[in-house]
Antibody, heavy 118, light 108 residues
Framework: QVQLQESGPGLVKPSETLSLTCTVS????????WTWIRQPPGKGLEWIGY???????NYNPSLKSRVTISLDASKSQFSLQLSSVTAADTAVYFC????????????WGQGTLVTVSS | EIVLTQSPGALSLSPGERATLSCRAS???????LAWYQQKPGQAPRLLIY???SRATGIPDRFSGSGSGTDFTLTISRLEPEDFAVYYC?????????FGPGTKVDIK
C-alpha cells in the first residue's frame, strides 16, 4: 500500500516561490510516475505535471514557465516549486502516483493547503 | 487541450436509486484513457474507474464505467449513503491531462 505525504509552508507571499515535498512510503519511487495536482478552495482539479525516476518531466503548459518538479530517490521524495505566485495559486496541493506516464492517479496524498497572501 | 464537460452539475437522489453521470470530451480521448474519481469534503480524490470501464482495486461493483471516444458515463447502480460526494472525470490520454468540473451527488 503506497502512502504519500505532502509537507511544506502553508503560507507564501506574493511573488515568492511555493515549495512542497511529497514523501513516498513504500520505496516505489523508482518504478512509478509522480504527479502534482491542485484544487483551489471550492473549485475543481488542475493537473500540474509529473516526474519519472529518470528525471523526465511533463508539465501543464499553463504553468510550465513557473513550475519545476524534481525527485530525490535517496529520500523517496519528490518536490514541487512554483515561482512568482499570486493569490490565484492559493489551493490545496495534492501529490499522487501513476503507474505509467499515461495513467490515472491511483494513490493520493491527503493534500496540503497553501495560501498566497502578504 | 481537451476540455471535459460533465452533466448534470448536481444530482439529488435517494439511497438505493441509480445515478447516471455523463462526461463529454471536446475531442476523442486517446485509447479511452478516461478515469472517474470520487471526492468527499476535506479528502483527496479516490480513483474509481480507469480506462473508461475498469474498476480500480477495492471499488464495489455497483460502480461501472462505459463509453468511448468523446462520450463517457459513470453509473452507480444503487446509491449507498457513503456514495454522496462529488465525482470528477479525467482524461489522461492527451497531455495536458484535464479534469471535468465535477458532478455533485447529494441526498434528496
Amino acid at each position: 500500500q503506497v502512502q504519500l505525504q505532502e509537507s511544506g509552508p502553508g503560507l507564501v507571499k506574493p511573488s515568492e516561490t511555493l515549495s512542497l515535498t511529497c514523501t513516498v512510503s513504500d520505496g516505489s519511487i523508482s518504478t512509478s510516475y509522480w504527479t502534482w495536482i491542485r484544487q483551489p478552495p471550492g473549485k475543481g482539479l488542475e493537473w500540474i505535471g509529473y516526474i519519472y525516476y529518470s528525471g523526465s518531466t511533463n508539465y501543464n503548459p499553463s504553468l510550465k514557465s513557473r513550475v519545476t518538479i524534481s525527485l530525490d530517490a535517496s529520500k523517496s521524495q519528490f518536490s514541487l516549486q512554483l515561482s512568482s505566485v499570486t493569490a490565484a495559486d492559493t489551493a490545496v496541493y495534492f501529490c499522487a502516483r501513476s503507474r505509467w506516464a499515461y495513467g490515472a492517479q491511483d494513490y493520493w496524498g491527503q493534500g496540503t493547503l497553501v495560501t498566497v497572501s502578504s | 487541450e481537451i476540455v471535459l464537460t460533465q452533466s448534470p452539475g448536481a444530482l439529488s437522489l435517494s439511497p438505493g436509486e441509480r445515478a447516471t453521470l455523463s462526461c463529454r470530451a471536446s475531442q476523442s480521448v486517446s485509447s479511452n484513457f478516461l478515469a472517474w474519481y470520487q471526492q468527499k469534503p476535506g479528502q483527496a480524490p479516490r480513483l474509481l474507474i480507469y480506462g473508461a470501464s475498469s474498476r480500480a482495486t477495492g471499488i464495489p461493483d455497483r460502480f461501472s464505467g462505459s463509453g468511448s471516444g468523446t462520450d463517457f458515463t459513470l453509473t452507480i447502480s444503487r446509491l449507498e449513503p457513503e456514495d454522496f460526494a462529488v465525482y470528477y472525470c479525467q482524461q489522461y490520454g492527451n497531455s495536458p491531462f484535464t479534469f471535468g468540473p465535477g458532478t455533485k451527488v447529494d441526498i434528496k
